[in-house]
């Protein structure tokens, strides 16, 4: 087998609900050699005899199996680890690639040495409903301080990292409860140039009901707070007005999340916080449609993003 262009690194626990459309589409990658490296985070024995099969029949992809559960972040490390490729990508097990996605990311990490991470467009679904919008990056390259405002490049799955910049910060951070990735992709901006391409190349699939860290809110709270700790030099050299807008972000982020799970009440409490903090159309009508619940917050940001 040709050594890899990309190592994609899949943690899963207990995920076999869509753990097989998820390494399908990474296989189906264009252009690309890639190699899978699933990371079996302890799950039971439906999951574990899915990566098995996997496995056996496709000889690029490797499991590995933690012998205790070690969460999503310390997982994707040991996949990093054993990653061969110079390039690595990450992907949930309930998450989906089209076609084009590596090879038109791995463009921008080959025209430019000091590109160090490049994310890409985002298709956010609800498999319940068959409804979902579309989120783009407002721009094709951001700095430190315009990630450090607000997380641009969304969750693992969408983005590309160059393995050198990844172990030069050290990794995802395993305190972290929650948005681990953000706090990664914030220390990685620090020192390489960070690029997006601007199209949607990948879909969030979000199974409502199902276990998972978007279900418990708090954990998304105590992220954020653990993220404000250990970055908090760099959000107190921000002007007044940014760090305002940076926390409304934070509120705002939480809002989504709380919406995502029907928990209506603490989606207008953040959704308000954000709009008494930086005022805009965005946190505004968050706190207005938070009552109406998940459905209706989804339908109208469909429709608005087009």
């Not at 087998?1 to 990474?26: C, I, K, W, Y």
């Not at 391409?197 to 199902?210: D, I, N, S």
């Amino acid at each position: 087998m040709r050594f890899p262009d990309v190592s994609v690194v899949l943690p899963t626990h207990n995920g076999e609900q869509g753990l097989v459309a998820s390494v399908d589409s990474v296989l189906a990658q264009e252009g690309v050699v890639v190699e899978i490296i699933i990371v079996d985070d302890n799950s039971g024995a439906e999951t574990a005899a899915i990566c098995a099969r996997l496995a056996k029949c496709d000889s690029r992809i490797v499991v590995v199996r933690n012998e205790s559960n070690l969460g999503a972040a310390e997982s994707r490390n040991v996949g990093v680890e054993l990653a061969r490729a110079d390039v690595v990508a990450f992907m949930d097990d309930d998450d989906y690639w089209y076609p084009e996605k590596l090879s038109r990311q791995l463009c921008e990490l080959s025209n430019d040495e000091r590109v160090g991470l490049v994310g890409c467009g985002r298709y956010q679904t609800f498999t319940e409903d068959d409804v979902g919008y579309v989120s783009i990056p407002r721009k094709e390259e951001f700095s430190y301080e315009e990630l450090l405002i607000e997380n641009w490049l969304g969750g693992t799955s969408s983005v590309i990292v160059r393995k050198v910049a990844f172990l030069e910060v050290g990794g995802f951070r395993k305190q972290f409860p929650a948005r681990e990735e953000y706090d990664l992709w914030l220390r990685i901006s620090r020192y390489w140039k960070v690029r997006v391409v601007r199209a949607v190349l990948m879909e969030y699939r979000q199974a409502l009901g199902r276990e998972r860290i978007s279900s418990d809110v708090q954990r998304y709270v105590r992220g954020s707070e653990l993220l404000n700790e250990l970055h908090v030099d760099s959000i107190q050299a921000l002007r007044n007005t940014l760090r305002r807008r940076r926390m409304a972000e934070q509120y705002q982020f939480i809002a989504a999340q709380a919406i995502k799970v029907n928990s209506r009440w603490l989606s207008f409490k953040y959704s308000l916080r954000a709009f008494v903090l930086s005022p805009s159309i965005r946190s505004a009508s968050g706190a207005v449609i938070a009552p109406f619940g998940y459905r209706a917050a989804v339908r109208i940001r469909s429709w608005i993003s087009g």
